[in-house]
C-alpha cells in the first residue's frame, strides 16, 4: 500500500468552501428529433432537463427537488420554447410545475387561481387549453404535450403523466478544461450524466483528463485536483482516501498495489511495495525518505504505529467535520450522515427543500434544516395537524366562506353560527355560557368558552366540578379551555328564519301555557264566589256530597 507523495494543502483548501450548492447539469442530446430521455440542456446558469419516467404530480416534484431544482415553470416565450426543444418530437404528457393548492378556479385572473410550485403567480404569458373547467371540482395540475400544441391541461394529480420537466439554477460554474493535443475531458455531473466539450458546469461536477486518468472536481468556479476532502466522493481516489498526519487527504491502494505518481489517484501492480512489511491496519504514506502507517479519515493510529483505533461513541469532533455532517455510532464503528432537514448529495451534505414536494395546505416555507406552515387570512394551523390549516374568525363577526360558484354554501369556524344577510353571509359567535355547559363559572370566547371551578374543586371532562380531596390548601379556581360542545363542532346551518321560526314556536307555547293556567285559576274562583253567597252569614258551607 503507498500513498501519494503530494504535499499541498488542498484539503484544507476544501473546508473553507462553505455554502457550496450542488446542482444538476444535463446536456443537449438531439437536435431535430427530440431530446434523448432524462437529459436536457443549459443556458446561462439555468438547466432545464426532461424525464421520461411515468409518475404522478407529487412524486415528479419529489425528484426535481432531490436534484436541487423544481418543476419547470413556464412564464415567458422564451421558456416556452425551452419546453418545444426539450419535448422535441416527444409524445405523451409532461408535468410542469402549475398546480392548484386550494379553493375553486378564478377565472377572471390572469393564472385563474393556479399558481407555480415556486408559490408565486408570476408569468408573461398564458397558455391555458380552451377547455378550462373552472368549476370547484376541476383537476389541480397542469401538464402540456407536443400534440396539444404544449397548451396548458387540467390533469388529475394522482395520475401518472408520461414524463415531467424541471428546471435548476446555480452560481459559480467552472468553465471546461483547456484540452492539449491527444488530450480528452470526460465531465461528470451531480446527477449521473457524461459529457464532453462542455462549455459551463455547475459545482460539484467532476472531469478525467485522459490519457493521464487525473480527477478534478469543480468548486466555486475553480477545478481541485485529486485527492481532494475525503468527505467528498472519497477524495477522488480510485481505491480510498485516508487524511495523513499533516491533515493532508491522500489515497491509498490495496496490498500489492501503489498509487500512479503522475494522477495521484489511481493504483497500478507493484512488484516491490513498500509499505508491505509495515503491516499497516489501513494504510501508510511516504514519511521523508521512509514510509510510515496512516489510518482511515475518522481512526487514529494506535501506539503500536500500525492499529487503527476506532471511537465507536464519536466523542472524537473530528470525525465528520464537513458542514452539516453528524457522527452516528454503528456496530462496526461510526457513520458520517446528514443532519436532520439536509441530504447528501454529491459528498455534501446540502438543505432539503421540503416544500417543493407541497407539505403544507396553504403556504411553506423553507429554511436550513426545515420548513414552516402558514395559513390565508380567515384560516389558522390546525393545533391537530400543523400542514392543515382551519377556518378561524378570532372576532365576534367574520365574513362566511363561500363557494364562489354557490353563494349559498358557506361554512363557519367551530363555534360560530351564519346568518344570511342582504347580499351576504356572515358568522357570528356563538354564546356557550349562555347553554350551561359549565357546572360552575363560565366565560365566552370567540369561537369557544373556558369552564372554571371555585377553590377546592377541580375541572374534570373540561365542564364538571368535583371535590379535590387532596388539597390541603385553598387553591385558585381551576381553569380550562373547554370543547366545543357536539353541536357547534361543524359549521352551523341554521338560517335566520329558522332561528325565527325557532323563537316564535318557543313564545307561542309560552302564551298558551300562560292562557291556559289563567283559564283554569279564573274557574276555580268563580265557583268559589259563587258558593259564599249561597251561604247564611255565620253559618258553614256545605257541598253537594255533604247533604
Known amino acids: 500500500m503507498h500513498e501519494n507523495l503530494n504535499g499541498h494543502s488542498r484539503g484544507s483548501k476544501m473546508k473553507e468552501v462553505t455554502g457550496l450548492f450542488v446542482f444538476v447539469l444535463t446536456f443537449l442530446a438531439g437536435r431535430a428529433g427530440g431530446i434523448e430521455p432524462n437529459s436536457g440542456y443549459c443556458i446561462g446558469t439555468q438547466c432545464f432537463t426532461v424525464s421520461q419516467e411515468p409518475s404522478d404530480f407529487t412524486a415528479a416534484q419529489i425528484q426535481c427537488r432531490d436534484l436541487g431544482g423544481h418543476l419547470i415553470t413556464v412564464r415567458s416565450s422564451v421558456s416556452h420554447e425551452t419546453v418545444e426543444i426539450l419535448l422535441g418530437n416527444s409524445t405523451g404528457r409532461f408535468w410542469i410545475g402549475l398546480h392548484r393548492t386550494s379553493g375553486c378556479p378564478d377565472a377572471a385572473a390572469a393564472l385563474k387561481g393556479y399558481q407555480w410550485v415556486t408559490e408565486d403567480s408570476e408569468s408573461d404569458m398564458f397558455n391555458w387549453a380552451p377547455s378550462f373547467d373552472s368549476s370547484c371540482s376541476s383537476h389541480r395540475c397542469v401538464s402540456v404535450s407536443q400534440k396539444d400544441g404544449l397548451k396548458w391541461i387540467q390533469e388529475p394529480c394522482e395520475e401518472h403523466a408520461d414524463g415531467f420537466l424541471c428546471e435548476y439554477s446555480f452560481t459559480d460554474p467552472c468553465k471546461g478544461l483547456t484540452v492539449a493535443v491527444g488530450e480528452t475531458v470526460t465531465y461528470r455531473i451531480p446527477m449521473g450524466f457524461v459529457g464532453e466539450d462542455v462549455l459551463s458546469l455547475p459545482p460539484g461536477s467532476t472531469a478525467i483528463r485522459m490519457p493521464a486518468k487525473t480527477k478534478y472536481v469543480c468548486l ?111 456496530t462496526e464503528g461510526f457513520q458520517c450522515v446528514c443532519k436532520d432537514g ?5 459528498g455534501l451534505c446540502v438543505d432539503v427543500d421540503e416544500c417543493a414536494s407541497a407539505p403544507c395546505e396553504h403556504h411553506c416555507t423553507n429554511s436550513p434544516g426545515g420548513y414552516t406552515c402558514s395559513c390565508d ?16 374568525c378570532g372576532k365576534e363577526e ?96 341554521v338560517t335566520v ?27 276555580r274562583g268563580k265557583m268559589e264566589s259563587a258558593g259564599e253567597l249561597k251561604a247564611p252569614e255565620g253559618e258553614a258551607r256545605f257541598t253537594e256530597s255533604d247533604a
Not at 246 to 260: A, K, R
Not at 317 to 329: L, Q
Not at 377 to 392: A, M, N, V, W
Not at 448 to 466: D, F, H, I, N, Q
Open 220 to 330: 466555486s468556479e475553480q477545478w481541485l485536483q485529486a485527492p481532494w476532502s475525503c468527505e467528498t466522493h472519497q477524495g477522488g481516489c480510485e481505491y480510498k482516501c485516508a487524511v495523513a498526519p499533516n491533515d493532508v487527504p491522500s489515497c491509498y491502494c490495496p496490498p500489492g498495489q501503489t498509487i500512479n505518481p503522475a494522477n495521484k489517484v489511481t493504483c497500478e501492480a507493484s512488484a516491490e511495495d513498500p509499505c508491505l512489511p509495515l503491516r499497516c491496519a489501513h494504510a501508510c504514506y511516504k514519511k521523508g525518505e521512509s514510509y510510515a502507517c496512516m489510518c482511515d479519515h475518522g481512526f487514529k493510529l494506535a501506539r503500536d504505529g500500525r492499529s487503527c483505533t476506532d471511537f465507536t461513541d464519536c466523542r472524537d469532533k473530528r470525525k465528520c467535520p464537513g458542514e452539516n455532517f453528524k457522527c452516528v455510532s454503528v
Open 398 to 493: 367574520c365574513v362566511a366562506e363561500c363557494d364562489p360558484n354557490d353563494q349559498f354554501k358557506c361554512d363557519c369556524p367551530d363555534g360560530y353560527i351564519i346568518e344570511e344577510r342582504e347580499d351576504h353571509s356572515v358568522c357570528i359567535d356563538i354564546d356557550e355560557c349562555s347553554s350551561s355547559y359549565c357546572d360552575n363559572g363560565c366565560t365566552n370566547t370567540f369561537g369557544s368558552y373556558v369552564c372554571t371551578c371555585p377553590a377546592g374543586y377541580k375541572l374534570v371532562e373540561e365542564s364538571r366540578c368535583v371535590k379535590d380531596d387532596g388539597a390541603t390548601t385553598p387553591k385558585m379556581p381551576t381553569v380550562s379551555a373547554a370543547p366545543y360542545p357536539e353541536p357547534t363542532r361543524q359549521p352551523s346551518v
Open 497 to 523: 328564519g329558522g332561528l325565527v321560526g325557532i323563537i316564535l314556536c318557543t313564545v307561542f307555547v309560552i302564551v298558551l301555557v300562560v292562557f291556559l293556567a289563567h283559564h283554569i285559576l279564573s274557574g
Open 342 to 346: 439536509y441530504k447528501m448529495s454529491g
Open 377 to 392: 387570512d380567515g384560516y389558522k394551523e390546525d393545533p391537530k395537524s400543523p400542514d392543515k390549516c382551519i377556518l378561524h
